[in-house]
Structures are given as C-alpha cells and as structure tokens.
C-alpha cells in the first residue's frame, strides 16, 4: 500500500515528512482531519477520550495508517494519536490518498487491510479485560514485545523504553500506582526484569503458554 502511494508522476514527492517530539499530539479526537499520515519511525499511540481520562486503544509503529477513520471530506477524528517516542511521520493530502486508493483495482483490499489494521489490535486489547490484574499488565508486557520489540536468542524479549508505566496503565485502564506495584510483583516472581532498562520478558514462550495467549497472533493478519 505504502509504495502505491509514493509512486507518482511528478518530480516532487506526494508526501511531506514531519517529526514530532515526544508526547505531542499529531491528530486531535473531534478535529477535521485533511490529512493522511505513514509512520516512518517511532512509536504513536490511537487514543479515546473517556470522562475519566484518555484510553489508549492500540500503539502505531512504522507503517503503520494514521487517519483512515477520517478520510472522507468533512470528517472529523473520532480518536486522538499522540507521540509516545519521537516520531518521524509522511504526511499525504487527503484527496491524493482517496484518488489513489478509491480507483484502482486492489481498491477493496486496501479498505479491508485498513479494518484489519484499526480492528484486530483492539480486540486483542478487549480479550485482556476479565483477567486479574497481575496478569492482564503482563498479558500487555506480552503485546508490545512481540509487536516491537526485539527477541533475543535466549528466548527473551527486551521492551522498547517508550513504554512506561504510565503507557501501560493507560493501555490496560489501570491506574499507574497500581501497574507499579503488579510490575514489581512480576519481577519478584521471576517473570519479567525492570532495571537495568530496557524491561525484559524472560522466557516469552513460557508466558504466552501460561496466559494462553493464542489470540495475539490475530495481529499477525494486518502485517501479511
């Protein structure tokens, strides 16, 4: 998708890139949207406002879509992305993406790799709902390791630094206090290490197969 979108006629690019410092908001929840936007570097989080605070629904790395849900003309964003790294983003004008993507003949393709794309991240999220604490922040831990982070050849997997405690909590919509206290928890029991930095997961098969985590692999679809 992303090489349709840089082919093009003229001799000027069809994207701008942009970069965005750490926690800056790159697109505003109830803001009109005329853009479309391919993370090339860094880490983003998709947002949703509650009465509460903002829930992070899913994390974007690069490749990642931003702005599908607000492509149409007069549409406004029904979801906050916030830098949660420094991030390097192409930005594309809105008609540009529509005339490229509407007329061509893998046209259906692209909508239901988009669905995929928003989807399935958030339903894996849904899934660790009904499970106790301690588990639902390691089930987490388990997610953003095995989307981006690195696998080491003992088995273990080394969380990139961007997700603190506060991300976690508001992924998990658990208070930060409380993901500290189940993380030290965890680190006690073995499972995971917090310092020296980056977090580690020590043996990720070993967890997955004790959380019977089978469904993470659902994301594996949007990356085909």
């Known amino acids: 998708m992303l090489a349709t979108l840089l082919e093009s006629n003229e001799e000027k690019p069809p994207y701008t890139e942009f970069t965005y410092r ?7 929840e109830g803001t009109d949207n ?36 607000s492509i149409l003309e007069n549409a406004v964003s029904p979801i906050s992305y916030t830098a949660i790294s420094e ?27 988009f669905y995929l794309n928003f989807t399935q991240p958030i339903l894996i999220r849904e899934s ?7 588990k639902k922040i390691l089930a987490g831990l388990v997610i953003v390791a095995e989307r981006f ?22 992924y998990l919509n658990l208070a930060r206090a409380y993901v500290a206290t189940n993380l030290r928890k965890l680190e006690q029991d073995g499972l995971i290490s917090l310092s020296p930095k980056p977090w580690k997961i020590h043996d990720m098969a070993a967890v997955k197969e004790m959380l ?13």
Not at 40 to 66: E, H, Q, W, Y
Not at 97 to 111: C, M, N, P, R
Not at 149 to 154: F, I, K, L, Q, V
Not at 212 to 224: E, F, G, H, I, W
Request: net charge positive.
């Open 212 to 224: 019977n985590m089978k469904y993470t692999d659902l994301y594996s679809l949007t990356k085909k």
């Open 149 to 170: 982070g690195r696998a080491e050849p003992d088995g273990s997997y080394l969380i990139p630094y961007y997700f603190t405690q506060k991300v976690i909590g508001k």
């Open 128 to 134: 660790l709902s009904n499970l106790p604490s301690d």
């Open 34 to 69: 005329k853009h479309f936007y391919v993370v090339k570097k860094g880490m983003v989080a998709m947002s949703k406002g509650t009465i509460r605070d903002d829930s992070i629904l899913t994390f974007c790395g690069p490749n990642d879509i931003l702005g599908f849900l």
């Open 87 to 113: 991030v390097t983003l192409l930005r594309f004008d809105r008609q540009y993406v529509i005339d490229k993507l509407t007329f061509g003949q893998e046209s259906f393709w692209y909508a239901y790799f």
């Open 22 to 28: 750490r926690n800056e908001v790159i697109m505003e």
